[in-house]
């Protein structure tokens, strides 16, 4: 959601009052606590993803036809970053 917050903020904030939420955050935890309540892992290393391979995944992860859905443009470094983050 905050990768998107100044992008499409609008959306951000239908989804945010969707959720019962007044912030991104308060949003963010209630999705995570979502995927676990219907057993999705929210964390790449356990799906047993190695940390370092987080760079390759961003680099050889990008698809152009995949990307133009996307509203925020997402260079190979940016993807890296929400990959750390979810790590």
């Known amino acids: 959601l905050k990768v998107h917050s100044t992008v499409v903020p609008e959306v951000v904030g239908l989804i945010i009052k969707a959720l019962g939420e007044r912030s ?3 949003a ?6 979502l995927m676990e309540q219907i057993g999705l892992r929210s964390r790449l290393r356990s799906y047993g993803i190695a940390a370092r391979d987080i760079s390759r995944l961003a680099k050889e992860g990008i698809h152009p036809e995949r990307m133009k859905q996307n509203p925020t443009r997402l260079s190979a470094r940016g993807i890296e970053q929400i990959l750390r983050e979810i790590y």
């Open 28 to 33: 963010s935890a209630r999705l995570k606590n």
């Open 24 to 26: 991104i955050e308060g």
